[in-house]
């Protein structure tokens, strides 16, 4: 049960990118040019493809993450099709790396990503977001991607600090953040903003290596 509570949660559907604090920031990471793929405990995290477009209509198209992130909702055929084209947009540029979450490296159960990882970077740090699908959460998903994700960004693109971003009133997501070695920065002062009429404020956690 505490791993279903936990990928309920705000943080466990989608940590936002917002500003936190201005820091000396890591160098900008050179993102690979052939596809992304990460293997360990269990999972498989790749890139996104084609072929996944009715998964992700399938995986975001839920009431859960139309509240507490910034996508689309209905999260329909259309809407998919705009987040992949963004999705390679962005890994184009360089700015972000979004990887499917899956067992068998074909059916995807969520998202997990990297965010503001060019030479402008809000946060003062790169940031990681998640997403599970309703149907594949209480199997601790997002801990396991959490944690391989920050290892790649540490080990293989160089980055010293990792942030997450989450409600403080969130304990099933602050929780993760804790499982996944993430501290609280209390010296960091929270974000607020308003999305789909809900204001919300977001506290920073970060890992450092």
């Known amino acids: 049960m505490e791993g279903a509570r936990q990928e309920l949660a705000q943080g466990e559907l989608y940590v936002r990118e917002r500003a936190a604090a201005e820091e000396d920031p890591d160098p900008v990471p050179a993102l690979p040019a052939a596809p992304v793929v990460i293997r360990g405990d269990g999972l498989v995290l790749r890139e996104w493809t084609e072929d ?21 909702s209905p999260f329909d055929a259309q809407a998919a099709r705009a987040y992949l084209d963004r999705a390679r947009a962005t890994r184009a540029d360089g700015t972000r790396l979004q990887l499917a979450v899956t067992e068998d490296g074909a059916t995807p159960l969520g998202e997990v990503l990297l965010g503001s990882l060019g030479a402008e970077r809000p946060a003062g740090a790169v940031t990681l ?12 998903l997002a801990l396991r991607a959490t944690r391989l994700l920050t290892a790649y960004a540490h080990t293989t693109l160089g980055l010293h600090r990792i942030r ?6 969130n304990a099933a997501s602050t929780g993760v953040a804790r499982a996944a070695g993430y501290r609280l920065r209390t010296d960091v002062p929270p974000t607020t ?17």
Do not use: C, N, S
Not at 130 to 140: D, E, P, V
């Open 193 to 209: 903003g308003t999305q789909k009429g809900r204001t919300y404020t977001l506290q920073v956690w970060e890992h450092t290596r």
């Open 164 to 169: 997450l971003q989450i409600e403080p009133d």
């Open 52 to 72: 996944d477009l009715p998964a992700m209509a399938e995986l975001f198209d839920e009431p859960g993450i139309a509240h507490r992130t910034p996508l689309a």
């Open 129 to 140: 977001g998640y997403a599970i699908g309703a149907a594949h959460r209480g199997r601790r």
